[in-house]
């Protein structure tokens, strides 16, 4: 099993990068690639631009990482409530070669923040919304106050709560 994981977020420290990486680490077996939206910076999306330069080759790479994927996790950050600017830009991109860039792929949508909302504005935005761009989302979890909840030395999620509920929901990914 190929897993997909990345953090919805250009981050260099991004705590959604680590929960996505330690989420994809608990599947037994699979094969796992992190990736960083980083790779696949481009300019802002507009109309004129994508005229101008057609599809841009990092949106078509990240479009061909997600259909070689037999699953997918991502971890959003958010930011005043929404999605990151690094990440809505790379999905504005990538929508455009195909609507449905997540090709049907099961998917676990994440999000953490430091804070106690635990980033869940996002999640519920990116989770009411997938089914328009073909992502099967087999579950979804937030994880508040994320520093008090993940040992980020160890880099493993110490709230036992919160750690069944995500080995629960990484355990849909396979079925």
Same mark, same amino acid.
């Given at each position: 099993? #190929? ?22 680490? %608990? ?34 790479? $990240? ?26 830009? %790379? ?9 449905? %860039? ?5 998917? *676990? ?28 989302? #087999? ?10 909840? $993940?040992?980020?030395? #160890? ?6 709560? %919160?750690?069944?509920? *995500? ?9």
């Amino acid at each position: 099993m #190929k897993v997909l994981a990345f953090a919805a977020s250009n981050s260099q420290n991004s705590i959604n990068k680590m929960l996505a990486t330690y989420a994809a680490n %608990l599947i037994k077996g699979a094969e796992i690639e992190v990736l960083d939206i980083n790779d696949y910076e481009m300019p802002i999306f507009s109309d004129v631009r994508e005229a101008q330069l057609g599809q841009p080759q990092q949106a078509q790479d $990240f479009f061909k990482k997600l259909g070689e994927a037999d699953a997918i996790i991502i971890s959003y950050a958010e930011h005043n409530g929404s999605y990151t600017a690094a990440f809505k830009n %790379l999905f504005d991109w990538t929508s455009r070669i195909d609507m449905k %860039l997540y090709q049907n792929k099961p998917i *676990l949508m994440l999000a953490t923040s430091p804070g106690p909302g635990g980033a869940a504005s996002v999640l519920a935005s990116a989770a009411g919304s997938a089914h328009y761009f073909a992502a099967d989302v #087999k579950a979804t979890l937030s994880i508040p106050s994320f520093f008090d909840n $993940f040992d980020v030395k #160890k880099q493993v999620l110490t709230n036992r709560e %919160l750690n069944e509920k *995500l080995q629960a929901a990484v355990a849909l990914l396979s079925l």
